[in-house]
């Protein structure tokens, strides 16, 4: 039966294009891209116990670095993807170095902090970021030659990378570092007896989650082929703090589906009425006080109490 | 001269306002644990509800014709901060009570409540800056000494001082201010010796709000209120606290002006990388003295 149904869902992500009209591909490639992001925060939030209010720094960092290379020094992709994927992941390094000397709240304060810099500096650090008007005029790249401004070719390209990336950090929490970490979410101070270096598995964690946060940045930045000084706001941060925590952090298919949660919503509701934020707001709030645990670990448990009860 | 004298008293205003945010924040989270990241909102809606009060008229926003225009910028203060006392009060009773012991829950709530603030500011102020005029009495600058002091700066600075003196009286010199210092420093004992800790919860809460939105409102005639200065002001009280450590109100004051003085000769200087010069004070910090200047618990 669980084979049957992983079958069916390659199925319908690899059929998607001819079924579905390019508005629909495009949401799902928007929906990819949060995916990513929102899987790759969960690592910290939900493996590591560490919540992160700055997870944009490493979406906008990525995908700026990638625009400003190509649009002022003229780079073509094969190099300026992965100077992106590495100059963040250097960041990554010496922001978890220092919020990294806090835990919990003071944690996420600092990285809210951190982010919040480099925030405005992408706003007042006009001769490179241009400010408020962004980076426009990119392009995306051309693997092995092949075009990707199509909504279908590049929706394969995305969900190839997604694919990967999940797999990846499936890998990652099933390791024996995975486990290490969830130790150390749960009983640092034993981790710390048992000889395990708590604060360097954190560490590594951090970075590794920056560095998938940088992939789907240059995702992003492929997509919209534009980036904003928005991107990298506190704004970007809740959206996938929000993804992560609605759908249920530390769980696998959480993130996912919360992220397609917010994307959808962030679509459909911005059609009608301009209040995104707002609307996100009241999520958020209701999401906390109503279904702290978020939707999957939700609907499972209520699957089971459905199970239990059927044979009596 | 002149123009360094100018962006002293910049700094030094700024650094007032800081505190007025910083020394709520500060002791929110140094008493209760609880990350307000609704302060910078608290802030901007105290800008608002000055610039409601105190915005020549006519107006043609819908919002200027249920409030009158009040006569004075410190009659407007006192109604700022008054309603951003019961604001912060309902705050904390009907949702952060509820949510008590789940400190992560707690944060992703004020974040929450600061989306809906900062749309809700959007759909009834409109998305233009409203300035909001300087007192009469203290449009002339100060002359000394053939230089020109703005006024209204110094009076700023003064207020953030006579703040800072009554606080710090109200901390060591008054039962609850004794009350709160137990709090923060053990809360299980003061618990425990039958200090009144909920109702502490709230008091605390309401002043912290009442700080702020008095302080959007003074600061209104050097900053105007504008859609996004939650989101300015917030991370410069994050870093203050971070700086001068979490519920120490010598921290506050001290991080305040320190960051208030970067802040503002980084943009001077330097004005495309003011933001990345707030960085090292707080990297110095974090690195050296992770509990903050005067801090005595860890971040």
């Keep these: 039966m669980k084979k049957g149904a992983w079958i069916l869902l390659a199925v319908a992500l690899a059929g998607l294009p001819w079924v579905a009209g390019e508005f629909y591909v495009n949401l799902t490639s928007q929906i990819f891209i949060a995916a990513i992001f929102a899987a790759s925060l969960n690592l910290l939030v939900g493996?590591?116990?560490?919540?992160?209010?700055?997870?944009?720094?490493?979406?906008?960092?990525?995908?700026?670095?990638?625009?400003?290379?190509?649009?002022?020094?003229?780079?073509?992709?094969?190099?300026?993807?992965?100077?992106?994927?590495?100059?963040?992941?250097?960041?990554?390094?010496?922001?978890?170095?220092?919020?990294?000397r806090a835990t919990g709240l003071g944690f996420l304060m600092i990285t809210l902090a951190l982010s919040q810099v480099l925030w405005g500096t992408a706003y007042r650090w006009v001769s490179v970021t241009d400010g408020d008007n962004g980076l426009r005029g990119l392009t995306r790249p051309m693997p092995f030659g092949i075009s990707l401004d199509g909504a279908t070719s590049f929706y394969y390209f995305t969900l190839?990378?997604?694919?990967?990336?999940?797999?990846?950090?499936?890998?990652?929490?099933?390791?024996?570092?995975?486990?290490?970490?969830?130790?150390t979410r749960d009983q640092p101070r034993r981790m710390g007896a048992l000889g395990h270096a708590v604060w360097t598995v954190r560490w590594i964690t951090f970075?590794?989650?920056?560095?998938?946060?940088?992939?789907?940045?240059?995702?992003?930045?492929?997509?919209?082929?534009?980036?904003?000084?928005?991107?990298?706001?506190?704004?970007?941060?809740?959206?996938?703090?929000?993804?992560?925590?609605?759908?249920?952090?530390?769980?696998?298919?959480?993130?996912?589906?919360?992220?397609?949660?917010?994307?959808?919503?962030?679509?459909?509701?911005?059609?009608?009425?301009e209040r995104w934020n707002m609307l996100m707001g009241f999520v958020f709030v209701l999401i906390v006080i109503f279904m702290p645990e978020g939707v999957v670990p939700g609907v499972k448990r209520l699957a089971r109490r459905f199970g239990r009860r059927k044979p009596e | 001269m002149q123009y360094w004298i100018i962006q002293s008293l910049n700094s030094l205003a700024l650094g007032g306002l800081l505190?007025?945010?910083?020394?709520g924040f500060s002791l929110i989270f140094g008493l209760m644990r609880i990350a307000n990241l609704t302060h910078g909102s608290l802030y901007m809606l105290g800008a608002y509800a000055g610039a409601t009060l105190l915005a020549p008229r006519p107006?043609?926003?819908?919002?200027?014709?249920?409030?009158?225009?009040?006569?004075?910028?410190?009659?407007?203060?006192l109604l700022g901060g008054a309603f951003l006392a019961v604001l912060g009060g309902l705050l904390e009773r009907l949702i952060l009570r509820k949510l008590a012991g789940?400190?992560?829950?707690?944060?992703?709530?004020?974040?929450?409540?600061?989306?809906?603030?900062?749309?809700f500011c959007l759909i009834v102020w409109g998305g233009d800056p409203i300035s909001i005029p300087t007192p009469e009495a203290l449009r002339q600058p100060l002359q000394v000494a053939g230089l020109s002091f703005p006024a209204y700066r110094l009076v700023v600075v003064a207020i953030a001082v006579v703040t800072a003196a009554v606080l710090?009286?109200?901390?060591?010199?008054?039962?609850?201010?004794?009350?709160?210092?137990?709090?923060?420093?053990?809360?299980?004992?003061?618990?425990?010796?039958?200090?009144?800790?909920?109702?502490?919860?709230?008091?605390?809460?309401?002043?912290?709000?009442?700080?702020?939105?008095?302080?959007?409102?003074?600061?209104?005639?050097?900053?105007?209120?504008?859609?996004?200065?939650?989101?300015?002001?917030?991370?410069?009280?994050?870093?203050?606290v971070i700086l001068g450590g979490i519920g120490s109100l010598l921290g506050a004051f001290v991080g305040s002006f320190l960051i208030g003085a970067i802040y503002t000769f980084g943009t001077a200087l330097v004005p495309d990388l003011a933001y990345v010069i707030l960085f090292l004070p707080m990297i110095v910090v974090i690195a050296f003295r992770p509990r903050g200047l005067f801090g005595r618990q860890t971040v």
């Excluded at chain 1, 190839?160 to 130790?183: C, D, E, H």
């Excluded at chain 1, 919209?224 to 298919?253: F, Q, R, W």
């Excluded at chain 1, 996912?256 to 009608?272: C, D, E, H, Q, W």
């Excluded at chain 2, 789940?102 to 749309?119: K, R």
């Design chain 2, 168 to 240: 710090y009286l109200m901390m060591e010199r008054t039962r609850l201010g004794a009350m709160i210092r137990a709090g923060v420093d053990d809360m299980q004992m003061a618990r425990a010796v039958g200090i009144p800790v909920s109702k502490l919860f709230t008091t605390v809460f309401c002043i912290g709000a009442a700080l702020a939105g008095a302080g959007g409102v003074i600061g209104g005639p050097i900053m105007s209120a504008y859609p996004g200065l939650d989101a300015d002001m917030l991370p410069l009280a994050l870093i203050v």
């Design chain 2, 102 to 119: 789940n400190a992560l829950g707690q944060v992703l709530v004020t974040l929450g409540i600061s989306f809906i603030v900062a749309d």
């Design chain 2, 19 to 23: 505190f007025l945010l910083a020394a």
């Design chain 2, 59 to 77: 107006q043609s926003l819908k919002v200027f014709q249920y409030f009158p225009q009040v006569p004075s910028i410190w009659i407007a203060a």
């Design chain 1, 160 to 183: 190839a990378i997604t694919v990967v990336a999940i797999v990846v950090m499936a890998m990652f929490v099933a390791s024996p570092f995975g486990a290490a970490l969830r130790g």
């Design chain 1, 207 to 273: 970075v590794y989650s920056a560095f998938w946060g940088a992939v789907s940045g240059l995702l992003f930045v492929y997509y919209n082929k534009y980036i904003h000084p928005a991107s990298l706001s506190i704004t970007t941060s809740a959206e996938a703090l929000l993804g992560v925590i609605a759908g249920g952090s530390g769980t696998l298919a959480g993130p996912i589906v919360g992220a397609a949660i917010v994307m959808l919503l962030k679509n459909y509701v911005s059609a009608y009425v």
């Design chain 1, 47 to 100: 493996y590591g116990g560490l919540p992160s209010l700055g997870h944009a720094s490493w979406l906008g960092l990525a995908a700026y670095i990638s625009a400003w290379m190509s649009l002022k020094l003229g780079l073509g992709h094969w190099i300026t993807a992965p100077v992106a994927l590495l100059g963040t992941t250097l960041v990554a390094c010496a922001f978890g170095w220092i919020s990294l």
